[in-house]
């Protein structure tokens, strides 16, 4: 018997799903993106779905309910951003203990509904059971692209620039004061002066505003993801899947004065959170050299490295000037 954790979750989506073959002339994209693309006339469809499980994604011991069901909307919307999409539509899926009472479940959609009326998205259907344990989320999420404008991972070209939008590991540094509150067991937690922490953390924003700036600019990314799992690990799938290396810079890593803060409090180093602790739901994409001087006024967007050949592979460059080769280590469902 193989242990699913030798695969991991991406080897193992790719292990399940090697050797499956399209048979509809409408599916132009389908596993190994942010999303699936579907050719359904004018536009392109594109399609994303997310699971959250309580006890693995979330603990309700001190994420609201109202805040679970927005992050889980936009978490969602961000995929379809990630393709350079407008997300259009969702359907909610939920399974239910009996220990929800139907106002936790009414406050759960109000965070849903909140999200989808600042999106401009359609809540139009979905599924309830009942569950034996814990709450589970599952959200589909439908947006729609022109053809010309969709970007995929796999678009990235030598001496492309690398960018990010927003700053990184701050919801990872969010969740680590959430978590030494709770463990603390103190009757008043103190978030005192880090509310900016938990609110990346328990309510983060899908980067339509980057997109919009873009467009504004005449930039149109030639790879591109959310920053869901974290960088290292976003940054490796793009390189991957568009046959390249990559050189980022550690200095040019955006990272917020709180979350360096908390960092140096709880002995942790902050860049190694930048680079691996996800959830920061951050654009992340490459672009050619020839927009420089366009993505410069973009507000609260960093160019932090370049794309380089392949033999070279994928590396840190630290302030002193060392290379460091970069890793894997973000959020993986199926590891201890």
């Known amino acids: 018997m193989t242990e699913i954790s030798k695969y991991g979750e991406f080897g193992l989506i790719k292990h399940l799903t090697k050797d499956i073959q399209y048979v509809q002339q409408s599916t132009k994209k389908g596993v190994g993106d942010d999303c699936a693309v579907m050719d359904f006339g004018t536009k392109k469809v594109l399609m994303t779905t997310d699971m959250l499980l309580e006890g693995i994604h979330f603990n309700l011991e001190y994420v609201p309910l109202k805040h679970l ?31 929800f009472s139907v106002e936790d479940i009414e406050a759960l959609y109000s965070g849903i509904r909140l999200a989808c009326e600042r999106y401009h998205v359609d809540l139009v259907g979905g599924d309830t059971c009942a569950s034996m ?30 960018c990010v939008s927003g700053n990184l590991g701050t919801a990872y540094m969010g969740l680590q004061l959430l978590e030494r509150e709770r463990l603390a067991n103190a009757e ?8 900016y922490l938990l609110e990346r953390q328990l309510k983060p924003e899908a980067r339509r505003d980057i997109l919009e700036a873009l467009r504004k600019a005449g930039v149109k990314p030639t790879a591109m993801m959310d920053v869901s799992d974290g960088l290292s690990s976003e940054l ?27 960092a140096e409090e709880m002995n942790l180093n902050i860049v190694t959170c930048a680079l691996n602790g996800g959830e920061d739901y951050e654009l992340l994409f490459t672009c050619s050299l020839d927009d420089y001087e366009k993505l410069i006024p973009v507000d609260d967007l960093y160019i932090i490295g370049h794309i380089t050949k392949p033999e070279f592979g994928c590396n840190l460059i630290g302030r002193n000037g060392e290379e460091l080769p970069l890793k894997a280590q973000g959020w993986n469902a199926f590891e201890e």
């Open 188 to 195: 008043q937690p103190d978030f005192a002066g880090k509310e």
């Open 133 to 162: 344990t814990w709450l589970t989320i599952s959200i589909t999420c439908l947006g729609t692209a022109a053809a010309k404008d969709i970007v995929y991972r796999n678009g990235a070209k030598l001496n492309d620039l690398i």
């Open 236 to 262: 490796l799938h793009i390189c991957t899947q568009s046959g390249v290396g990559c050189c980022i810079y550690e200095d040019k890593l955006p990272i917020d004065f709180e979350a360096a803060a908390l």
């Open 69 to 99: 069901g927005y992050k889980a909307a936009v978490v969602n919307f961000s995929d379809i951003y990630a393709m350079n999409g407008t997300p259009t539509q969702i359907t909610v899926s939920l399974g239910i203990s009996k220990r």
